[in-house]
Nanobody
Framework: QVTLVESGGGLVQDGGSLRLSCAAS??????????MGWYRQSPGKQRALVAS???????NYDVSVKGRFFVARDNAKNTVYLQMNSLKPEDTAVYFC???????????????WGQGTQVTVSS
């Protein structure tokens, strides 16, 4: 079973920065991590993609965070990071690590989720 361990959340002021980390473990030898990224969910809203990176280097960002947030992967450590700069109060949410694992030679992916880490940006 794939386990995701998140860290780095906290309370920051408007304009501050945080760096989230997510380490994945338990990926079997017949599988590989295709996509790693972050979603967030705030009260009254659905969980939405923040940023992700695939194994071939493609990155995807929500428009609201482009230019402010940056995703990076350390494949040797099965870890994904989210560098969050110029944080705004509207960025306040629970941030969830997401990992998509693909069986070798197949396109079907299994999604795994972290428990979530709270990011609060005060005004």
């Amino acid at each position: 079973q794939v386990t995701l361990v998140e860290s780095g959340g906290g309370l920051v002021q408007d304009g501050g920065s945080l760096r989230l980390s997510c380490a994945a473990s338990g990926v079997g030898s017949s599988f590989r991590i295709n996509r790693m990224g972050w979603y967030r969910q705030s009260p009254g809203k659905q969980r939405a993609l923040v940023a992700s990176a695939t194994s071939d280097g493609m990155e995807n960002y929500d428009v609201s965070v482009k230019g402010r947030f940056f995703v990076a992967r350390d494949n040797a450590k099965n870890t994904v990071y989210l560098q969050m700069n110029s944080l705004k109060p509207e960025d306040t949410a629970v941030y969830f690590c997401n990992v998509a694992v693909r069986r070798l030679g197949r396109s079907y992916e299994y999604d795994y989720w972290g428990q979530g880490t709270q990011v609060t940006v005060s005004s």
